[in-house]
Structures are given as structure tokens and as C-alpha cells.
């Protein structure tokens, strides 16, 4: 039966899940079998698990810092946002409802067991489970039926290590107001506490530490400076890939800021490789007239956003792209966009049932309700470079451009293009982690041809930040507190 310890945060985007990844890791190279697990996350940013379903993709690079494959009870419970009142609940990998949030806050103590199921499998075939709580337990409010932090904690009897962000400022309050709302039960059920992302001198905070102390009776594990090569990760937030990446380039790819962008981990090795910017275009900006690359991502509503895109003038812009010669990617949703018409039937994103695309490829997505998920292996036809990567999307492509598909799955075609080749969609998500591919494609673009390992590079990454953890962290007191 394994040991488990829950890192809690005093408040959203506290650094929870890059805690839980480098914490995994150096588990992992003390020879501990080891698995992440948050009962409830909330993200468009998914990935494709090896039994079949769907992970935040945070977990997928937790199990990957504990050397495991990802899996669905790593992550029970996905809120996959539509709207700003409705999300899709995903439980144990598959699509369980659509809900609003109103009616997700009745529902969620009947998910608890389920939860608890998914843990308690990791739990057998592991020696360590570290678990990443969601927002902050000091939402007093959101207590009742709580499974995401002190409801859960409660329910599988573990203790809890709070973080807290100094980068924001007034993280003594973080600590000791949350000390502070939480009911003795949930209180004392927190062990210890650490300061994360310390930029300057860490002793500098040493009167903060025993001023915490005093306060709480909490244990200080101690004080994590701010890692600066968290940019190499795969981010778990959009917002984490807005920021000019150090040795950026001067190929240039813009990438427009949808409202409910998804599975956007396709920036990931972009934004790494040598000679390359990503530019995430924010609403009210156009798109920039000297891009190289216009790259739309996935959506979790393809036709809303499609229409947010309208919206921004961004089809203006775009079009004035490719007539300029630049080249256009459109991965999963927006595939679906550069064709000529989305068709929804069965209405499962709204009241629109047949919208006008792009008209960039000469393709036709009818959305269907069952999903696919899969893990996929497929080939560019030109080159014979190979691409890993997953399917997650609802609907089918069709239409004279997928004639000119640029992939290949086995015999199947896979993807569209005109016939310049210069716009292309796919629903292959991944395809830039696959090395060979990328400095190919990068490079008829105009990047220098630069050798780049993406996933050699994760991995060291991972390394670095549990070293970091070693260092600054008294990781072995951490341990100890896992029962």
C-alpha cells in the first residue's frame, strides 16, 4: 500500500503541479515507485492516456517525470470548460455529462467514489502517490462536497504540505489567513508548508518563515527559488507560453488566442526550438503581417470560436496571409476551421448547425457525438519522417483536399492541404514533438536547420527541476510526512 502526501495551495497558480512533476522525479531516481494523482482538474488541456481515455496534461507530465505511462486514474475528474458557466465532466478518461456549474456543485459528491476508486488502484501498484490538490482549500465556500482538496483529504485520510506563491506578493497572508478560515480539522490536517517561487536571496525570508511559523505551528520545509527553465515544460496554461522564450528567433509563428483554446501543447516544441518566436495573439490584436506561420490550434468549441475569430477580423488578416505567400497549420479545431463549412446535426456545441468555415481547404467537418481518442503513429508523405503523436476530437473531415493529405496512419490518409501545400489542417496533435519533422518543416519555412531534441530535453529539464527541489527543498521531511 502506498504512502501519500497532497500538496495543497494557498491560492490558484501557486506551482502546484511543477511541485508534484519535480517531487515525482526525484522519487524516482531514489528508486521509489511513484504515481501522480489530482482527483479533479480543470483544463482544455488534455492528453490522450494509454487505457484509452483523457488526463489534464499536467498529470501526463507528472507520470512522465515518474517514468510511468499516463493513465486515467491519475486524474479522475477533467472539467473540460465550454462556456463561462459550463464545462464537460470527464470521469475516469470519458465523457460523463455536460453540466453547469451550479449543477456540477450537486453532482460532485457522488463522484467522490469513483475518485476514490482510481486512488485506491494507484495506491496498490505504487510506493509513493503524491497527490496535487485544485485552487486553494481556503475557498471555505466551496467546502461542502469538496473533492479537489480538504474534502478529499478527509475522505482518504492522507496529509496535506501547503504551498505558497511569494512572486505575487503577501504570501505570509496566503499561509496564515488560510490557517486562519480553515475549520480545526482540516487545519491540523496540514503538516508542513513551503515558500515557492523566491526570486533574490532566500535567507532574505527567514523572519517570514518563523513570522509563518508563529502563526500556524506549521513545520517550514523551506524556501524554492523561482525555476527559471520551467519554460522548456510543457505549460499547462496558455498564459505560461505569452512570453518571448530566451533565444527566440526570427521565424516568426502567430498563433491567435481563441477563447477556448485546447490541447495547446502543440506550442511546446515550437516555442523551444532554435531560431523560432511563438506570438500568442491576443483579441484586439491583429495578426501580424510579417508572420511566417499562422498556427490555429484545437478548440473546445470549434464553431464559437470560429466565430470569435470572425469576430477579431482575424479571417481578414489571414487571408491576406496566404496571399502574401505565408503558410497556414491547422491542428484539430482548427483543421475544422479552414474548411468550408462545419456542420453540427446533433447540435452538440449550440444552436448553430451548419457554419461557414474559412474556406481555406476545400473540406467538410460534420461533428458527431462519439469521441475519438488514440494514441497514433503516422508518416509525412513526402519526407518519410515520422510523427507521434494523439487524436481527440468529435466529428469527420471530408472533401477534395483530403486527397492532398500530406500524413499517412498505417494505409489511412491522414490530414488536408492546397494545392500550393503552403495551408495544411490535421487532426494529429503532437506532430512538432517529432524531431526529424519539425526541423524539416521549420526549416522550407526559412528557421535554420538547427539540431533540437524536444522530448531530450523535457527530460533533462525534469531532471534539473528535481535537483532543484533537492537543493532548496527538504524533500527527504517531505517523504517523511506521507502515511
Known amino acids: 500500500m502506498a504512502k501519500t502526501v497532497m500538496i495543497q495551495g494557498a491560492g490558484s497558480n501557486v506551482g502546484k503541479s511543477l511541485l508534484v512533476a519535480g517531487l515525482a522525479r526525484a522519487a524516482l531516481r531514489r528508486g521509489i515507485t511513484v504515481a501522480p494523482f489530482k482527483p479533479q482538474n480543470m483544463s482544455n488541456n488534455a492528453a490522450v492516456t494509454v487505457d484509452g ?14 517514468g510511468r505511462d499516463p493513465h486515467t486514474d491519475m486524474n479522475p475528474v477533467l472539467l473540460k470548460p465550454e462556456t463561462d458557466t459550463g464545462a464537460q465532466v470527464i470521469v475516469q478518461g470519458q465523457r460523463f455529462a455536460t453540466m453547469k456549474a451550479r449543477d456540477y456543485g450537486r453532482q460532485k459528491a457522488e463522484l467522490l467514489p469513483r475518485v476514490l476508486e482510481s486512488f485506491e488502484r494507484l495506491r496498490q501498484a505504487n510506493d509513493l502517490i503524491l497527490v496535487e490538490g485544485a485552487g486553494s482549500p481556503a475557498e471555505v465556500n466551496l467546502r461542502a462536497g469538496d473533492i479537489a482538496n480538504m474534502g478529499f483529504a478527509e475522505a482518504a485520510d492522507i496529509p496535506v504540505v501547503l504551498a505558497g506563491d511569494i512572486d505575487r506578493g503577501g504570501v505570509i497572508a496566503q499561509l496564515v489567513g488560510t490557517h486562519a478560515v480553515l475549520p ?23 523572519e517570514g518563515l518563523t513570522a509563518i511559523t508563529d502563526h500556524t505551528g506549521w513545520t517550514s520545509l523551506g524556501v524554492v527559488p523561482f525555476f527559471e527553465n520551467a519554460w522548456r515544460l510543457p505549460a499547462e496554461d496558455v498564459m505560461d507560453l505569452a512570453a518571448p522564450r530566451p533565444g527566440a528567433g526570427a521565424l516568426r509563428v502567430a498563433v491567435p488566442r481563441l477563447a477556448r483554446i485546447a490541447n495547446f501543447d502543440d506550442l511546446d516544441p515550437l516555442s523551444s526550438s532554435p531560431g523560432v518566436t511563438v506570438e500568442i495573439i491576443e483579441p484586439g ?56 463549412r462545419i456542420l453540427d446535426p446533433d447540435g452538440i456545441e449550440g444552436n448553430v448547425r451548419d457554419a461557414q468555415g474559412l474556406g481555406l481547404l476545400d473540406v467538410t467537418t460534420t461533428l458527431e457525438p462519439a469521441k475519438t481518442l488514440a494514441l497514433t503513429r503516422a ?63 521549420l526549416a522550407r519555412l526559412g528557421a535554420p536547420k538547427a539540431a533540437h531534441a524536444h522530448a531530450a530535453s523535457v527530460e533533462t529539464t525534469l531532471d534539473a527541476l528535481a535537483e532543484h527541489l533537492e537543493t532548496h527543498l527538504d524533500v527527504p521531511a517531505l517523504l517523511d510526512i506521507a502515511t
Open 379 to 441: 508518416t509525412e508523405i513526402a519526407t518519410g519522417h515520422p510523427v507521434e503523436g494523439y487524436e481527440i476530437h468529435l466529428g469527420t473531415t471530408q472533401g477534395a483536399d483530403t486527397g492532398n493529405a500530406w500524413l499517412t496512419v498505417g494505409h489511412r490518409p491522414e490530414g488536408a492541404a492546397d494545392a500550393s501545400g503552403r495551408v495544411r489542417g490535421t487532426y494529429l496533435h503532437g506532430v512538432f514533438t517529432s524531431d526529424s519533422f519539425r526541423a524539416d518543416y
Open 53 to 66: 481515455g483523457e488526463i489534464g496534461r499536467a498529470q501526463a507530465l507528472q507520470a512522465r517525470a515518474a
Open 285 to 340: 490584436r491583429p495578426l501580424p503581417g510579417n508572420a511566417d506561420l499562422v498556427l490555429i490550434p484545437g478548440s473546445k468549441t470549434t464553431i464559437s470560436d470560429l466565430a470569435q475569430f470572425r469576430a477579431q477580423g482575424w479571417d481578414i488578416d489571414l487571408a491576406a496571409h496566404v496571399r502574401r505567400g505565408g503558410h497556414v497549420m491547422g491542428i484539430c479545431g482548427g483543421y475544422q476551421m479552414l474548411g468550408q
Open 184 to 206: 480545526p480539522s482540516d487545519r491540523d490536517r496540514i503538516k508542513a508548508f513551503l515558500i515557492n517561487k523566491f526570486r533574490g536571496d532566500t535567507a532574505l525570508f527567514d
